[in-house]
């Protein structure tokens, strides 16, 4: 068959890692050597993944290299403690802001009361939120760690990248690292 001179095969280094430190410090590594972290993506959640591929998988090398195995970007740990932040700090800004309406619009003391009661019912919500994000991460990691481990994939773009990727994945103690081609999507 021959290739549309336009269409590239798609080459990317894969390792799996058995902790989520590992995995954060290789990618840590990975972005310190010239990658971008638009050519870093990670499995999506294992539902997903299954649902895409309509059958259940019973470990990640069953799928590392199967161009249809759904992905999605990495989001390092210190984003989602940034957005567990955020959650509960807008609540608790929005219930304070509502108080302080009631407060300029009456000036009394129940509305006082009032917005002690809003400000502290959006900090509840947001602290529920929070620990949300958290549990919903923590089960992500789980699930993958049942099926044998984290796969991280790297975008390479020459032998040097794909020599370079191999190196930095096999240094944070990855596991069946290795280089494949996927083909080349229109």
Known sequence: MMKDSNTV????AVGIFDSEEQMQAAIDDLLSHGFDRAEISVLAPVTAVEEKLGHR?????????DPEAMTKAFVPI???GDAEGAVIGSLLYVGAFAGIVL???GGALA????ALTLGGSGTVLGVALARFIKQHHADYIADQLEKGGLLLWVRTWDQKDEEKAVKVLSAHSAHDVHIHGLPAQD
């Not at 998988?57 to 290299?65: A, L, M, P, Q, Y």
């Not at 509305?111 to 009032?114: D, I, K, T």
């Open 103 to 105: 407060v300029a619009s």
């Open 9 to 12: 095969d798609v080459r990317e």
């Open 57 to 65: 998988f019973k470990s990640v090398t069953e799928i590392e290299d």
């Open 78 to 80: 210190e984003t989602i």
């Open 111 to 114: 509305a006082a009361l009032a």
